[in-house]
């Protein structure tokens, strides 16, 4: 008896041709993080210098291989969209505000966006999100899709730990087989570059990896989307991490994938207003919705900085309330992650 299982948390867009498009930000391995003194307005890393500005750069890829044409690129940071109307330099061109640059070519790097400024703001520590859309277009029909990514802003102490994972590619396909996770750790103002990594796949520990700073992973460690964690120690003694860190990778050609759909009238936690998630599996071929007999399901909800498990019940719906959402004196969003499992 096959045993077959698959794992999701992203959007899929249909498309009418029974393809399903996949969007990714792929990184040049600078992460979108920065750290602030709110005592000396310090800013680190310094985004004013050319070796320290993250580039994010938008891949829409077919999970049939057919040719996707990106156009109409836009980019909107904290819900406020960037009108790229200044200066030209090379592919590059320079929005209103001065921080953010567009990559103008027409090649693979078209759409990308460069980060020229300092994001963090001393009377104001709080994360920020750049948005990206565009219209792709496969066998002549046009698709609108989008993607976000945080960007991470929080104070600066001597012993603020900050630990990342840059994966490339972050889907992966028949062109595409492997992909690199790479980690990184900050305290303060200074790069760590001696630390221990330990890592999980979901809430399961993957000691094979364990001790290395940079794994590559493939096809057959993904189901559908995978959830790579990286829990980061100063020493392999240590028994406690300063971070974790996590990071999504997509096998665009896996059979089976999961949505998920919000079913409870409101969409936004708020108090005595739960969300209610479901999760449901789906034939990529096909587009249709399977139903296997006996599946087997774990959905949690997992806090979006610490990539802790929240709350988890064995079921294909969960309830997300302000218990999850409202935690340390702060609100914050959250992530819902499934995986479910089937003979």
């Not at 062109?175 to 399961?204: C, E, F, N, R």
């Not at 964690?229 to 240590?238: M, P, R």
């Not at 959402?325 to 992650?337: A, H, I, L, M, Y």
Request: charge should be neutral.
């Amino acid at each position: 008896m096959s045993q077959y299982s698959t794992q999701g948390s992203v959007t899929i867009k249909r498309l009418r041709n029974g393809d399903s498009l996949f969007i990714t930000l792929e990184s040049n391995g600078i992460p979108l993080y920065q750290g602030v003194d709110t005592s000396s307005g310090a800013v680190a890393p310094n985004w004013t210098v050319a070796a320290n500005q993250p580039v994010l750069t938008p891949k829409v890829t077919s999970s049939m291989g057919n040719t996707v044409v990106r156009s109409m690129h836009q980019w909107r940071y904290n819900g406020v969209t960037l009108l790229f109307t200044g200066a030209t330099s090379g592919d590059w061109r320079t929005d209103s505000t001065g921080k953010f640059q567009l990559n103008i070519s027409t090649g693979s790097d078209a759409g990308a966006i460069k980060i020229i400024a300092n994001l963090a703001n001393p009377n104001a520590v709080a994360n920020g999100q750049l948005e990206y859309s565009c219209v792709a277009t496969v066998g002549g029909v046009n698709y609108n899709v989008s993607k976000t990514r945080d960007v991470v802003i929080q104070n600066m102490g001597s012993s603020s730990a900050y630990g990342y994972i840059v994966a490339s590619p972050e889907a992966i396909d028949s062109d595409h087989p492997t992909s690199t996770l790479k980690t990184g750790l900050q305290m303060g103002a200074s790069v760590i570059t001696s630390y221990h990594v330990k890592w999980w796949k979901d809430d399961t520990p993957w000691p094979a990896k364990d001790g290395q700073k940079q794994i590559t992973v493939g096809r057959g460690d993904v189901d559908g989307t995978q959830l790579f964690i990286a829990e980061f120690y100063l020493k392999s003694t240590d028994t406690t991490p300063v971070c974790r860190a996590g990071s999504y990778i997509i096998d665009s050609l896996d059979e089976f994938g999961m949505n998920f759909d919000i079913i409870s009238a409101n969409k936004e936690v708020a108090p005595g207003l739960p969300v209610t998630v479901k999760g449901k599996i789906i034939n990529m071929r096909t587009k249709a919705v399977f139903a296997p007999a006996n599946p087997v399901w774990r959905l949690d909800v997992m806090d979006k900085d610490t990539w802790a498990v929240i709350k988890t019940k064995a079921s294909d719906t969960i309830d997300v309330t302000t218990t999850e959402t409202d935690r340390n004196g702060k609100q914050n969003d959250v992530e819902v992650v499934g995986e479910v499992s089937w003979s």
